[in-house]
């Protein structure tokens, strides 16, 4: 079987690809970006990069820096067109399953030349807000709606996505709700008990959507001695989180590691340190089923969770294994969860019982794999 995958380049795309490595399926990946060179881990995929670009010419980097608009005016002519250049793939490989991940990036690109071929089976997968959000992100309905037309194949990263797609149209099948990398590794020697946890690790999205302030600004409403004792983590900080926090004379009297949104921390050190954390709080206006907060509840660290869509619903029980944040815009009851978890030891021991039996369960990677293998051999069966 060959499958051909559309998407850009992301962590979640290369481990879900990453499941079917003894599949024994012929797996191609056209990066829908082009961006960067071939991708290490996962080498034994067919990579097709490189495609952009008819001439890599010399001082190309110098004007594309210094003299933009004219690099611009280049570019138009200089720049293949993404759907001629699958089009022209699609020929060459002939694929049995194209299966797209992301809607504008990846799918809206190759949309008129899937059309054009109705025989040829096509898997959407959805990630994040590209189905919850659709309107805030810029996508017409009428085009969203002619995209989901298309599709044969649908999945999802949580259940909400799927209603709001039937609502849309969508009459095909539906594969059910995937995390967005396939599955989570646990290891479970770095999940500590509730007495050795020091940390409280905040997720620094402040991007329009991810909205990591608000929980800056909440923890400073709160008495300082809630937070001597421990060190906060903001892994993912935007610029403007990281200014905040530096010019606060608050956190100033804090112990605070940040990681920049950017740098580079293997998943493996991240998990780790979620495994030392008391509480893991993430807060949006917008998102799928968060890959983060699976993670953090998987690794024991008590889930704080704003609910766009009432999607963290789907895993959070409010009040029994994390709180959920009903208005990602008021400091004053984000404050106010981030107390009572801190306050309640009991709550939170219970809470880490449950939660890590809730994703070894219904989300381990190693249990994930056939269900996502045998996906691919149904549709041709």
């Known amino acids: ?21 003894e599949s024994g399926y012929e797996v191609y990946w056209f990066d829908s970006t082009d961006g960067g ?89 959805s990630w994040g807000s590209d189905i919850y959000f659709f309107k805030e992100l ?46 989570l590794t646990i290891n479970e020697k770095d999940i500590q008990a509730i007495n ?34 421990l060190e906060i983590v903001i892994y993912s900080a935007d610029v403007s989180v990281k200014e905040k926090v530096e010019n606060s004379s608050f956190f100033k009297l804090l112990k605070v590691k940040i990681y920049s949104r950017g740098q580079f921390i293997a998943n493996a050190d991240l998990l780790e340190i979620m495994g030392k954390s008391k509480i893991h709080i993430a807060n949006s206006i917008s998102d799928g089923m968060p890959n983060a907060l699976l993670e953090a509840m998987g690794m024991g660290a008590f889930p704080i969770q704003s609910n766009p869509g009432n999607v963290s619903e789907e895993v959070i029980e409010h009040g029994v294994n994390g709180f959920l944040i009903s208005n990602p815009l008021d400091i004053h009851e984000i404050a106010g969860w981030i107390e009572k978890a801190l306050l309640n030891n009991q709550l939170r021991e219970e809470a880490q019982t449950y939660n890590i039996n809730l994703v070894s369960k219904n989300y381990n990677r190693e249990n994930l794999k056939q269900d996502i293998v045998q996906l691919y051999k149904g549709i041709l069966s």
């Not at 051909?4 to 079917?20: D, E, G, K, S």
């Not at 690099?71 to 793939?89: D, G, L, P, S």
């Not at 608000?214 to 409403?221: N, R, T």
């Open 37 to 125: 060179n071939k991708v290490d881990r996962i080498d034994w995929v067919y990579q097709i990069k490189g495609w952009k670009l008819k001439y890599n010419y010399p001082l190309r980097h110098f004007f594309k820096k210094k003299l933009p608009q004219i690099y611009k005016v280049i570019q138009k002519y200089n720049e293949r067109k993404i759907a001629a250049v699958f089009e022209k793939v699609l020929k060459k490989i002939q694929p049995d399953i194209v299966h797209c991940f992301e809607m504008r990036l990846a799918g809206f690109p190759i949309l008129e030349i899937m059309e054009q071929r109705p025989d040829l089976k096509f898997i959407y997968s």
């Open 196 to 229: 050795k946890r020091n940390i409280f690790i905040i997720k620094g999205y402040e991007d329009g959507i991810g909205k990591a302030l608000k929980v800056i600004e909440a923890i400073e409403l709160l008495p300082l001695v809630l937070f001597q004792k």
């Open 138 to 183: 810029g996508v017409q309905k009428e085009q969203f709606c002619r995209f989901l037309a298309r599709v044969d194949y649908l999945i999802t990263d949580c259940k909400r996505d799927y209603e709001i797609a039937k609502q849309n149209g969508f009459k095909n099948i539906y594969f059910g709700a995937y995390i967005g990398n396939g599955g």
């Open 1 to 21: 079987m060959k499958i051909l995958m559309i998407a850009i380049p992301n962590h979640h795309f290369f481990q879900w690809v990453n499941q079917l490595k």
